[in-house]
């Protein structure tokens, strides 16, 4: 929270003198921020009264919470807009506008994807639909007021009261497909009541909708006195029995809706998850599991028994799976094995069918996985949702003073190989740790005994190290010494790592690095000198007979403001010997935004790139990857992606001329990337809101397809394996590592 800023917050727990003012303390309110740590809001206060938090004394202890967020996105609304809904599958919400007309006029609905922050709209025409052969787009009455979503099958369900009218619309294609309405009464012809203005047609407003007369039924509501309650209009829907129930504006009844068609109450799948609820850990700090309130995709830490444990120490208990059709005798499934095959149990079925609860056992959280759940229930299978496992390495120990005691490590970089100098296939990382101005080894071999555990000693480089990069091919790893102005060379080979020859000089503060494995070159990007630096590393590798150099000296280029991070196509440039995208900064006259510049790598002396055309995204970027796989519609194949921390996106640049860029949006301050070629995806790590996302690039337009949590502070560097298809993501705040399995 920020001291100055008003902001709301869900307040929970408070205890007031009088148990009916309840109401009055807790909820949602807006309130000023006062202080990094306290917030002042006032209540709607009818009568006199205090209220205190705390915890009460029984088990288990219930207490007084807020709870508090920076916001994802803020859009701009109409004063008119009344109702709201979200998909909990797709985090779209849609947004019902009471005063738009649609047509060539406001649109009835809008949507926001929190995915990709993508704004878009849905519009109605009176009496049209997306088969309606001709439309004459004329306005439809007012007013829609009320949205509610099937998530099962991605449909948006809107009541437009004034029409008594159901519209079932699709998200994707933005277009109304069906709608229920007031039939005209016989002997009139049996069409759809438009406009309600003759005394007739207002009367028939009282009666029930209907879905080409079949397919519904009424529900009187009361109030329990007069049986005259006036209720307003209102929708909601149950995706276990695919209908919609629909509460008729002043009639004081609820009709209900079969959103499969006349008549049709059989729900869409006899099985069906919508959403799985992992327990909330003991809170603490970067804690993982449990993210309340979240449903698709859970998340959960490994967790593997010490040796002489009691039986149970790493099951995961109370995992509970919302859906329908869940029965005595079903199965849980993890990637197609029933957990109680394995220690696992069902511990109880909810009411209706509507909920099954679980104890996952160890077998299933040793190491990091990506899984499949489904449920097997009356011999119907549902839809699979994912469960995901990851592992927390902890660095928090890596360095020490004098005495033996940990100090901050402050991880910053992560770079990973499969395979050293052609030798065995071991994948590994190296991470730099700048609070003790070293490199340290992870194991990532699935198949080693020792995976996800560090590897040897720390290796001493200069002072605060940031960014590596590894040739497998020449078996070396470069690290940027941002304190020093220095580059150290290591050698892979040796075990533990050495120094190849001592530490290159760069420009003044080196960040990010790039290696070219076909030439055999390291680029260098200097922030505080707006330089570039190519390091000849292939010259350690002279002819037989020849003796390899004893030190390294770098070329430079400059002109480059404030360059970051690098990434490199080892094909294109002037002579195919491959070019570097520098991060960069372009100065404005209304202020900075950023820049991809072009470097050519192939010469002695690097220089900029006259062939290739420089990129431009909105707010300077920190992060840049090269994916060789993408097919462009110019001479090259590959594009880069770069993010945008201002504005929240990814852009994807082709430097060859008339290659252009194009944008998606992602989370909150995007500040890391990696990418794995192998499957065209790109993994962000989001520092503002504490969520990474994963991008597909494969897909024309590339897209966003899944934003998830990750609790605890922000992330810094990122990186994928591409044959293991396992990130790496570094949490600099909670001195640790997260191996996170990324989805097929």
Known sequence: MVPGNAGTVLITGLKPGNSANDAFFNGNFP????????????????????????????????????????????????????????NPITETAAMADANATGATFAPQIDLLNALDQSV?????????????????????????????????????????????????????????????????????????????????????????????????????????????????????VDPATNQAFVLMSGSGTIDIVDLGGPGTT????????????????????????????????QATLTCVPPAGSPAGTCNLSGVKIFGAGFVSGLQVRLDGVDITTQGGSVTGIGPNGREVDVTIPPFFL????????????????????????????????????????????????????????????????????????????????PASPTFGQLLGSPVSVGTTPQGIAISEKLGLAVVANHGTNTASILDLTQNPAVEKVPDVTTGTNPTGVGIDDAIGVAVVANTGANTVSVINLGSLFPPAGTTPPTSLT??????????????????????????????????TATGPSGALQ?????????????????????????????????????????????????????????PDPGGGSSSVNVGVNPTSLAINPQTGAILTSNTASNTVSIVDTISNPFRTRQTFGLPGSPTFGVAIDQFTNLAVIVDQANLRVLLLPMPN
Not at 61 to 68: E, L, R, T
Not at 427 to 433: E, K, Q, R, Y
Not at 627 to 646: E, I, L, R
């Open 31 to 86: 309130v000023q921020v006062t202080s990094s740590n306290s917030f002042t809001y006032r209540v709607t206060a009818t009568a006199s009264d205090s209220a205190q938090g705390g915890c009460t004394s029984t088990t288990p202890k219930v207490c007084a919470a807020v709870f508090y967020g920076p916001p994802n996105q803020t859009i701009q609304i109409t004063q008119t807009l009344q109702g709201v809904a979200i």
């Open 598 to 654: 072009v470097v050519e790598i192939g010469y002695a002396t690097p220089i900029p790139s006259t062939q290739s055309s420089s990129g431009f995204v909105s707010s300077p970027p920190t992060g840049v990857v090269f994916d060789p796989t993408v097919v462009t519609a110019t001479a090259n194949p590959g594009a880069f992606y770069a993010n945008s921390s201002g504005t929240n996106s990814i852009t994807q640049f082709n």
């Open 366 to 445: 040793s190491s990091p996985h990506h899984y499949a759940l489904d449920v097997l229930s009356g011999g119907a299978s549902s839809n699979v949702v994912d469960f995901i496992v990851i592992e927390s390495v902890d660095l928090s120990k890596v360095c020490t003073d004098s005495s033996g005691n940990p100090v901050n490590t402050m991880p910053t970089s992560v770079a990973l190989a499969d395979q050293i100098a052609n030798g065995p296939f071991s994948p590994f990382g190296l991470i730099s740790v700048s609070g003790c101005n070293s490199i340290v080894k992870l194991d990532l071999n």
């Open 266 to 297: 059989t729900p869409l799948k006899p099985t069906h998850i919508s959403g799985v609820v992992v327990p909330s850990p003991t809170p603490g700090v970067g804690v993982i599991g449990g993210i309340p309130n979240a449903l698709v995709p």
């Open 120 to 236: 878009s709209s849905i519009s109605f025409s009176a009496t049209c639909t997306a088969f309606t052969s001709s439309c004459s787009s004329a306005q439809e009455f007012l007013a829609t007021t009320s949205v509610a979503w099937q998530p099962y099958t991605n449909a948006l369900v809107s009541y437009n009261p004034k029409l008594n009218q159901v519209s079932i619309s699709d998200p994707v294609s933005r277009q109304r497909y069906a709608f229920t309405c007031e039939l005209k009464p016989a002997p009139a012809p049996q069409s759809c009541i438009t406009n309600p203005t003759t005394p007739a047609d207002q009367q028939n407003f009282l009666s029930q909708i209907t879905l080409n007369g079949t397919g519904t039924s009424t529900i009187s509501v009361q109030n329990g006195t007069t049986n005259s309650l006036t209720l307003w209009g209102g929708l909601a």
């Open 554 to 587: 770098a070329t430079s280029v400059g002109t480059i403001q404030q360059p970051l991070a690098v990434a490199i196509d080892p094909d294109r440039g002037q002579n195919n010997q491959g070019i570097a995208v520098v991060s960069a900064v372009q100065l």
